[in-house]
C-alpha cells in the first residue's frame, strides 16, 4: 500500500494526531436526532477518547458541557484545507461543469464561464453526510463504537463530495497529473480513465500522468505520459495500471520541486495508506511554498484497510475472485480421500478479503484473520481441529489472510520499500505443520495449497467496483476544482465524502472481533476459539 520511503512518511504518521485547523465551512445547523438516553449512570472518571487512534485526547465525562467540546473538536480535526487558507483573496469563479450544456466548451472560453444558475446539480458547501449511523444503547452491544463510557449518541459530520457552483482553477490554466503508486489493484484504469474524461469535461487541456509511482517524479529516463480521453476510452477493460506502479520514491522536497518544474497545480493520487502520507507531505509542503496547488487522494487498497469509508475500490473484485481459489481448494480437498484445502488471501493487517470471502463461498471451515489470534497446537488448536473436521466430514478448507498467524514464524528484519515488514508464509507454515501432524498421528491426508495473490491482483473491475472506481474519480476531480486540498474521497454510509487525509491514514482499519459481520462468519464456518 505505502509507497514513498519509511524515512520519508515515518515523520507524517507520527505526528498526525497534530492535525492543523484548516479552513473551512461552518457547521451545518441540523436536527438532533430524538434518542433515547442511556440506563447506565455517568461515571465520574476520566477514560481515553478512543474513537481514532490518531487523536488519542483525554476528555473528562463528568463535564456537562463535553459532548460540544467533543462536536467542535471533530468539526476542527475533519475541517479540509481549502486554498484560500493560503491565498484568502483568491477569487471563485462559476464552474464549466454543468452537464445541461452539451455543446463543447469554447476554445480558451472566449465568450466567458458557461454557467447555469437553473441547474440543480451543485452540491452546496454546507452539506454534510453523518459519519455513524448506529446509535448503540450499550458498550457491550455487538461492534459497539462509544465516545464515551456511557455510549452516549453524538452526531458526527463530514463533508460530502461532488461538484461546486464556484470553482477555484480556470481550466485552460490547468496542467493535471495523475500518479499511481504501491501495489496492482482492481480498478487503476477505471478512476484513472474518470479522472481524465471529468478533467476534460471542466475544459481541461493538459492531463499528463506520472509513470510508476512517485518514482516518476524524480527518474529522467520516465516521461510523463499525455492523456486524454481518446487515450482512456478502452483503458478500463484490463487490469493493471497505463501509468505502471512502484513503491519507494525520492524525497518530498524533490518530487514538490518537480511539480514546480513541470507546471502542475493538480495532483491525483491513487494509493493507500503510505501514498496518501506522501500525498499530505506533497500538500504540506506546497503550502509552505505558497504554490496553488491542488493535491487529492484516492484511497487504493485492495485490503480495504482505510479507516472510516465503507470500502475501497478493488475489494469487491479481490472477494469475487478469491472464491474462485477458494472453490478449486474444496473441489481438490472434497475429491481427494482426508483431503485438506489450504487458501492463502491479502491482507497484511486486516482480514476482510479474507473474512468476506469465506462468508461469501460457504465452502470454509476454518478463516484466519490477523486479527484473532491462534494457535496451531494443543486441544484448542487449528490441527485438532482439522483432524475433528477430516474425521467427520472427510475433509476440510482453510482460508487465512496474510497477515495472521505472524507471531508463530520467525521474524526477520527485511522491509520492502514502502517500509512495511516482509511477513513469513502464514500459508506454508500451515500446509507444512498439517502434514507434519498427521504424519505422526499415522492418519493419511492430501494437502492442497493456493496462493491466488497475483492473479486477483491483475483483475479487471467487476461491476461493482466499477461504478466505486467511476464516481470516485469524478468526485476527485470536482473536489479539487472546488479549491480542496490534502484531501481524500470515499465512501461513509454509502454516500461520498471528502475526508482529511491524515483523520484516515493513522492506522490501518482493522475487523472487529465482537463485531456482527465476524460474528455472521464464525456462524457460517462453525469454527471455535483457537486459543
Not at 69 to 88: A, G, L, M, S
Not at 234 to 248: F, P, Q
Not at 494 to 522: A, F, G, K
Request: proline share 6%.
Amino acid at each position: 500500500m505505502g509507497t514513498l520511503s519509511h524515512a520519508a512518511i515515518a515523520p507524517r504518521l507520527a505526528a498526525l494526531h497534530h492535525h492543523r485547523a484548516s479552513h473551512g465551512l461552518s457547521h451545518p445547523s441540523s436536527p438532533s436526532l430524538r434518542l433515547p438516553t442511556s440506563n447506565g449512570v455517568a461515571k465520574k472518571s476520566r477514560v481515553v477518547f478512543a474513537q481514532s487512534k490518531s487523536h488519542n485526547q483525554h476528555f473528562d465525562f463528568s463535564d456537562p458541557d463535553w459532548k460540544s467540546k467533543f462536536q467542535r473538536d471533530f468539526e476542527r480535526r475533519f475541517n479540509i484545507p481549502h486554498i484560500t487558507d493560503v491565498f484568502p483573496d483568491a477569487v471563485p469563479i462559476p464552474s464549466t461543469f454543468c452537464l445541461r450544456m452539451r455543446t463543447p466548451v469554447i476554445e480558451d472560453f472566449a465568450g466567458g464561464y458557461p454557467s447555469d444558475e437553473e441547474w440543480h446539480g451543485y452540491i452546496n458547501n454546507n452539506d454534510r453526510v453523518l459519519l455513524k449511523t448506529i446509535y448503540y444503547s450499550s458498550p457491550t452491544s455487538a461492534g459497539a463504537e462509544c465516545i464515551d463510557p456511557n455510549c452516549t449518541w453524538v452526531e458526527q459530520w463530514v463533508h460530502r463530495a461532488g461538484p461546486r457552483e464556484k470553482i477555484y482553477f480556470k481550466p485552460e490554466e490547468v496542467k493535471a497529473a495523475i500518479v499511481t503508486c504501491g501495489g496492482l489493484c482492481p480498478g487503476l484504469n477505471d478512476v484513472i480513465r474518470q479522472i481524465v474524461i471529468t478533467l476534460e469535461i471542466y475544459g481541461v487541456k493538459k492531463i499528463v500522468g506520472i509513470p510508476y509511482g512517485y518514482r516518476g517524479f524524480s527518474d529522467k529516463e520516465l516521461v510523463e505520459m499525455p492523456l486524454s480521453r481518446k487515450v482512456v476510452q478502452n483503458v478500463h477493460l484490463s487490469g493493471g495500471s497505463l501509468l505502471g506502479v512502484s513503491r519507494g520514491g525520492p524525497s518530498v522536497s524533490e518530487m514538490v520541486d518537480s511539480l514546480e518544474e513541470r507546471g502542475i497545480n493538480m495532483l491525483f493520487v491513487l494509493g493507500g495508506n503510505g501514498t496518501h502520507a506522501g500525498a499530505d507531505a506533497i500538500h504540506t509542503e506546497c503550502r509552505k511554498r505558497r504554490l496553488r496547488v491542488a493535491v487529492v487522494g484516492v484511497p487504493k487498497t485492495i485490503d480495504n484497510d482505510i479507516l472510516l469509508m465503507d470500502k475501497t475500490f478493488g475489494f469487491d473484485t479481490a472477494v469475487e475472485e478469491a472464491q474462485r481459489a477458494i472453490s478449486s481448494a474444496y473441489i481438490e480437498a472434497h475429491s481427494a480421500y482426508h483431503g485438506v484445502g489450504i487458501v492463502k488471501l491479502m491482507g497484511r493487517s486486516s482480514g476482510f478479503i479474507a473474512m468476506h470471502a469465506s462468508l461469501s463461498s460457504g465452502q470454509i471451515d476454518i478463516c484466519l484473520i490477523p486479527e484473532v489470534p491462534f494457535q496451531m497446537h494443543g486441544p484448542h488448536g487449528i490441527l485438532h481441529h482439522l483432524k475433528y473436521l477430516i474425521q467427520t466430514k472427510g475433509s476440510a478448507v482453510v482460508c487465512v489472510a496474510e497477515g495472521a498467524g505472524q507471531n508463530l514464524l520467525q521474524k526477520t528484519n527485511a522491509t520492502d520499500a514502502s517500509g512495511n515488514v516482509v511477513f513469513g508464509d502464514i500459508g506454508v507454515h500451515i500446509q507444512q505443520e498439517t502434514k507434519k501432524y498427521f504424519k505422526e498421528a499415522g492418519v493419511p491426508v492430501d494437502v492442497k495449497y493456493i496462493d491466488p495473490t497475483y492473479m486477483i491482483r491483475a483483475c479487471r473491475a467487476n461491476a461493482s467496483d466499477g461504478i466505486l472506481c467511476a464516481v470516485l474519480g469524478q468526485n476527485a476531480v470536482h473536489g479539487a476544482f472546488a479549491g480542496y486540498s490534502g484531501i481524500t474521497v470515499g465512501t461513509c454510509n454509502t454516500h461520498y465524502v471528502y475526508l482529511p487525509i491524515p483523520e484516515v491514514i493513522s492506522h490501518p482499519r482493522q475487523i472487529d472481533p465482537n463485531s456482527r459481520m465476524w460474528h455472521r462468519c464464525l456462524t457460517s464456518t462453525g469454527q471455535p476459539d483457537f486459543v
